[in-house]
T-cell receptor, first 112, second 114 residues
Framework: EADIYQTPRYLVIGTGKKITLECSQT?????MYWYQQDPGMELHLIHY???????EKGDLSSESTVSRIRTEHFPLTLESARPSHTSQYLC???????????FGNGTRLTVT | AQSVTQLGSHVSVSEGALVLLRCNYS??????LFWYVQYPNQGLQLLLK??????LVKGINGFEAEFKKSETSFHLTKPSAHMSDAAEYFC????????????FGKGTRLSVIA
């Protein structure tokens, strides 16, 4: 039922590699978000965007970067992955002012 | 700054028993409040939301929550727990302006015992 898609679903990579986590939504939502979540733990906002060419850092310091060139696409990039980046990354989007977030199923990243 | 506090990182109930998950918010202005559920290896799914209409909000899967301004609370309840309710539950808050991202609580893991 998800209208927001994240790929890959699982990723295991070596230290130092550059990776991009993909997130796309088909709902035309202006607002998109990236959260980091360790297993069974709280969500930490790392990046968000309220529209094309607009991005902001969230509460959690992150070595990742994002871009918003198209409304439907909000990729997250790690230039040089480290074991400390091992986590689950959740993408979400929302429409109007009091609209709820729609979440993707997440990307579970393991850096060896 | 807005925040939510979820009391109890883990709640365990028997099948058929009442479910009560607690959430208290902190906000200088009346907020919008949400409850989300997360099943293993999935993203979060909206259970219900409070946006200043009725204070008793009904959601999916038989859950409901009541906004109590005097207690700054938004507790989630379900009269009778089902095994399929076992999951992680998150309370979240945002401002009515819509200019601030959603802030999540630390989550409460609900276990249902047969």
């Amino acid at each position: 039922e998800a209208d927001i898609y994240q790929t890959p679903r699982y990723l295991v990579i070596g230290t130092g590699k550059k990776i991009t986590l993909e997130c796309s939504q088909t709902m035309g939502h202006d607002k998109m978000y990236w959260y980091q979540q360790d297993p069974g733990m709280e969500l930490h906002l790392i990046h968000y965007s309220y529209g094309v060419n607009s991005t902001e850092k969230g509460d959690l310091s992150s070595e990742s970067t994002v871009s918003r060139i198209r409304t439907e696409h909000f990729p997250l990039t790690l230039e040089s992955a480290r074991p400390s980046h091992t986590s689950q990354y959740l993408c979400a989007s929302s429409g109007g002012t009091n609209s709820p977030l729609h979440f993707g199923n997440g990307t579970r990243l393991t850096v060896t | 700054a807005q925040s939510v506090t979820q009391l109890g990182s883990h709640v365990s109930v028997s099948e058929g028993a009442l479910v009560l998950l607690r959430c208290n918010y902190s906000s200088s202005v009346p907020p919008y409040l949400f409850w989300y559920v997360q099943y293993p290896n999935q993203g979060l799914q909206l259970l219900l939301k409070y946006t200043s209409a009725a204070t008793l909000v009904k959601g999916i899967n038989g859950f409901e929550a009541e906004f109590k301004k005097s207690e700054t609370s938004f507790h989630l309840t379900k009269p009778s727990a089902h095994m399929s309710d076992a999951a992680e539950y998150f309370c979240a808050v945002t401002s009515r302006s819509g200019n601030t991202p959603l802030v999540f609580g630390k989550g409460t893991r609900l276990s249902v015992i047969a």
